[in-house]
């Protein structure tokens, strides 16, 4: 969360000297320059309170009407052609502006007259930073209610502060308005256009392809490695070779079963040292760690080493103990396997991530953490110097942690916000005919034929067709239900999946290179898609 926050004001911060933002920086001077030197803090208080306000507020009806969040993405575009054509048409300009300047020239407004100047601007400022900030908040499955507003409120801070600077600037120097002024007109004009120019880009989503190498791409990249997820605690020592010491281990609460153990505590395990394993079993990422899992206990269990594998669900099957009993036998899992169903262990780790390493020392002490995959060869050090093992590591696999940007995550029910669904309008827990478009823009995906859109998952009802368009090399699909799926890759029929057993993650395209492709695939009666994921 505290990742997510930094980058949302960062973000902010660089949309407030975007092209989108210029037309309001010239009344923010303006406003600033006039009255008294409470009226830029007043001003800026405005647009923080205006901005996360009704952004929050338009993405509230949004989720209550189960609308796609692209739906404020296109608001935003249409808003910016507005805005480029209030520069370009001077006329419509001065309808835009009369009000607004009519609050800078308020006397004695300095904190009513400035605050009401800042509100409005907030209103204007929404179309920029709509397209960023819906980016933000839907990209987290784990931002809950009180997080999501913490991001817009850290985005809009991000906001304001060069706006502050731009407002004192106001004060300081009266020779800037002025050339604000002599050079009204070509400088609208000039920001009209590149403002069209950028919408007109944003529509064909390339901003959505620059996101995989900029700021929100880099914020992915940053959420694999440990020294920038420090949480609130401070926790988290990912890049020192030495090991630290977090104080005693929570104990396992709230497991409703255990698997290929009897209940244990970490009392009992005093002496050995422990390796607490946060998974799930239809999560790729935690099923790409477990071969290494399974080399360190094959190779240090004998020695003293116990690994402990909480399955905390991400899906409600997930808490089924069926399912978690029959997939830990499907995936030759032998250490003792705690179900943790209702996040009790988990919320007592203050963990947040699928999967997360806590190595636990003889005392019960926690000695390093780790969240995501790779560094496997320092985690097994640090395995060795716990149980005073000499020489070099015992295992010998290769580190195939994948390294290339890819198509996010992407769920497919309502209750995460249809993030990127591109087709006609979603109704969710009916049965319901959608249409697909021709072609899908890059991480998005549409419905064809008729579904029933659920909270956690999508149903196919008849003549189901769904549409993805990926950058992979591998793709997944969490499915559930009996039947089958036709798999199709930019019109090449690929194969045809049976879906039966317990819900999984299936395999669905596998490549050895990367893939920019549109994938199609066709589902009989009664086959549930939860999820994609990618490497």
């Known amino acids: 969360m505290a990742l997510l926050l930094g980058v949302a004001f960062l973000v902010g911060v660089i949309t407030a000297v975007s092209p989108c933002a210029f037309p309001v920086l010239p009344i923010v001077f303006a406003g600033g320059a006039s009255g008294g030197h409470r009226r830029p803090l007043a001003i800026i208080a405005g647009v923080v309170v205006g901005f996360t306000g009704s952004l929050l507020a338009v993405s509230w009806l949004l989720r209550q009407l189960h609308l796609p969040q692209d739906l404020l993405r296109n608001i935003s575009i249409a808003l910016l052609f507005v805005v480029a054509a209030t520069l370009l048409v001077p006329r419509l300009g001065q309808v835009l502006e009369r009000p607004l300047a009519r609050f800078s020239r308020r006397p004695g407004g ?75 007109a070509q400088v609208r004009a000039g920001l009209g256009a590149l403002i069209a120019v950028t919408a007109l880009l944003i529509t064909f989503n390339v901003d959505r392809s620059l996101a995989n190498i900029g700021t929100l791409g880099l914020a992915d990249r940053l959420q694999n490695s440990c020294a920038v997820q420090q949480r609130l605690t401070g926790r988290c020592h990912h890049e020192s070779s030495n090991l630290a010491n977090f104080g005693p281990a929570p104990a396992f609460t709230g497991i409703s079963d255990w698997f290929n153990s009897k209940p244990l505590t970490l009392q009992q395990l005093r002496g050995k040292v422990v390796l607490v394993d946060f998974w799930t079993y239809s999560c790729i990422n935690c099923l790409r760690t477990l071969p290494h899992l399974k080399s360190w206990w094959k190779a240090y269990h004998r020695a003293g080493l116990e690994i402990v594998g909480v399955h905390t669900p991400e899906f409600a099957f997930e808490a089924v103990p069926h399912n978690v009993g029959s997939a830990t036998k499907q995936l030759g899992v032998s250490w003792p396997v705690a179900l943790d169903p209702k996040y009790k262990t988990w919320n007592a780790y203050r963990n947040q991530y699928w999967p997360a390493e806590y190595l636990i020392d003889k005392r019960g002490d926690i000695r390093n953490e780790h969240f995501g995959e790779g560094e496997y060869s320092r ?6 110097q716990l149980l005073g093992e000499a020489g070099p590591g015992k295992a010998d696999l290769a580190d195939m942690t994948p390294t290339e940007l890819t198509t996010p995550e992407t769920y497919l029910g309502y209750d995460r916000q249809l993030t990127g669904y591109v087709g006609s309008k979603a109704l969710p827990n009916v049965a319901h005919n959608y249409k697909a478009p021709e072609d899908v823009s890059q991480n998005s995906w549409a419905l064809s034929g008729r579904w029933r859109l659920g909270g956690e998952h999508t149903t196919a009802v008849r003549d189901a067709e769904l549409a993805l368009h990926f950058h992979a090399k591998d793709v997944y699909l969490v499915m559930g239900g009996h039947g089958s799926v036709g798999v199709s890759v930019d019109g090449h029929k690929l194969r045809t999946i049976a879906v039966k057993g317990i819900d999984r993650l299936y395999t669905v395209v596998t490549r050895p290179q990367l893939l920019d492709a549109q994938l199609r695939l066709s589902f009989t009666p009664g086959v549930s898609v939860y999820s994609f994921t990618f490497g």
């Open 110 to 184: 300095d904190l009513g007259g400035g605050f009401v100047l800042g509100l409005a601007l907030g209103l204007v400022f929404v179309p920029c930073g709509g397209l960023i900030l819906a980016s933000i908040i839907t990209g987290s499955a784990s931002v809950g209610s009180g997080e999501r507003e913490a991001v817009a409120l850290a985005y809009a801070i991000g906001i304001a502060l060069p706006m502050l600077a731009v407002a004192y600037g106001g004060r300081r120097a009266a020779g800037g308005l002025q050339f604000f002024r002599a050079h009204a």
């Open 379 to 384: 985690t097994e050090n640090l395995i060795r």
